[in-house]
């Protein structure tokens, strides 16, 4: 029988908060690393590509986790995961070349993807009905609050040295430990055996699960998400300079805000799940995020900017829990880990693209079209999931 206690529980929920860190806990000292080694030809470049190429790799490498997940090694992969996590993360605070610093963080992202694709299907695995409910909800805001709490964490440590954020990777060296004892190998067996048998003897069967389509769509919509909410982080702070403030403490102040915003709608998701199908949840989170954008693309005041930019964390927290819900419910259970693999991927896929697809249209009109351009789209993708959702 597959149980698992408060100890389990929180585990799983620490693990998917470090994911988030992947990014967030060097952030802040990117200015002092690129100073560090200005020697360096394109160093700024270099150091950028440190805090983007961990996403690029997770995305790659997803859908081969999940591949692993499905031969029956959830358990270790997590536990090889945040190892693998924990003393890539932690090499930047003794490596000293440029080069090597980019191999880690490479190297650091397939512990990523192990992460949070094992962790996802674990939940999956342990949870039915409102228990799986809420503890997806619980996921994303544990990520989502992770978000706030790293950040903040790294610029205080790296006021002392720009090297001491990366030691707060050993964290995942030692939730590998607890990972080790209280997290254990789901019984999935009698699950699959159920499915492969009645599978072509009853319609009824087939109908349970989606088709890959299905699968490949619901990453179409997760990947759409990403590249427009991260539009915020990477863009805001222009947009805020062209108004006059340029202060980076503020545009941190407003993404850490509409992240926290994230964290909330993610807890809210499993209560919202009782009132609407998930095609509706997704139509309201795409809502939020167009009222945001179109929000951001008019806003001239600071306090209007906060405003807009909890409306798009809001929705974003909202998508992403929903989104990761719809799959596991649908995905058959030979193919449940990869079919979570295809979701990771897609969310970091669009993570790491959002900028190079942003940028084109930024040097054509300016981040305001940018934003508009955002929110007339997440309108369009709202209302066909909404009818989407009245059909069914």
């Known amino acids: 029988m597959n149980t698992l206690t408060l100890r389990s529980n929180i585990v799983l929920l620490m693990a998917s908060s470090l994911t988030v860190m992947s990014v967030s806990a060097i952030s802040p000292a990117l200015p002092k690393i690129a100073e560090a080694f200005k020697s360096i030809e394109n160093a700024e470049f270099l150091v950028k590509l440190m805090l983007t190429v961990p996403s690029l790799i997770i995305a790659f490498f997803a859908p081969i986790a999940g591949m692993i997940i499905d031969k029956g090694h959830r358990k270790i992969l997590l536990i090889s995961s945040l190892i693998i996590y924990g003393i890539m993360g932690t090499t930047g605070l003794y490596l000293e070349s440029l080069q090597h610093f980019i191999i880690a963080r490479a190297c650091l992202g397939l512990g990523v993807a192990g992460i949070m694709t094992s962790a996802q299907t674990l939940i999956a695995d342990y949870y039915m009905g409102e228990e799986r409910n809420k503890m997806l909800g619980l996921q994303g805001t544990f990520i989502s609050f992770g978000g706030v709490i790293f950040v903040a964490l790294a610029g205080?440590?790296?006021?002392?040295?720009?090297?001491?954020?990366?030691?707060?990777?050993?964290?995942?060296?030692?939730?590998?430990?607890p990972a080790y004892f209280y997290i254990h190998e789901p019984d999935v067996h009698h699950e699959r055996e159920a499915y492969l048998n009645n599978i072509g003897k009853s319609a009824s069967i087939e109908m349970q699960y989606g088709k890959p389509i299905h699968i490949a769509g619901i990453g179409l919509i997760v990947f759409?998400?990403?590249?427009?909410?991260?539009?915020?982080?990477?863009?805001l702070p222009f947009l805020l300079a062209l108004h006059g403030i340029d202060s980076p403490a503020k545009a941190g102040a407003v993404v850490s805000l509409a992240t926290l915003a994230g964290g909330f709608s993610s807890y809210a998701m499993p209560y919202l799940k009782r009132l609407h199908n998930f095609s509706g949840l997704g139509g309201r989170a795409?809502?939020?995020?167009?009222?945001?954008?179109?929000?951001?693309?008019?806003?001239?005041?600071?306090?209007i900017t906060i405003v807009f930019a909890l409306f798009a964390?809001?929705?974003?927290?909202?998508?992403?829990?929903?989104?990761?819900?719809?799959?596991?419910?649908?995905?058959?259970?030979?193919?449940?880990?990869?079919?979570?693999?295809v979701i990771t991927s897609s969310l970091y896929l669009g993570q790491f693209l959002s900028p190079v697809i942003a940028q084109p249209i930024v040097m054509m009109s300016g981040i305001t079209t940018l934003y508009t351009f955002i929110g007339c789209i997440s309108v369009v993708i709202a209302l066909y999931l909404l009818s989407q959702a009245k059909k069914s």
């Open 156 to 177: 205080f440590l790296t006021l002392m040295s720009w090297r001491f954020p990366f030691s707060l990777y050993a964290l995942a060296l030692i939730l590998a430990i």
């Open 224 to 235: 759409a998400g990403m590249v427009f909410f991260y539009a915020i982080p990477t863009q």
């Open 286 to 303: 795409f809502a939020l995020l167009a009222m945001g954008f179109l929000g951001l693309s008019i806003a001239n005041t600071f306090f």
């Open 313 to 341: 964390g809001a929705g974003i927290g909202l998508l992403m829990p929903s989104m990761r819900l719809w799959v596991i419910s649908i995905a058959a259970p030979p193919l449940r880990g990869r079919s979570v693999g």
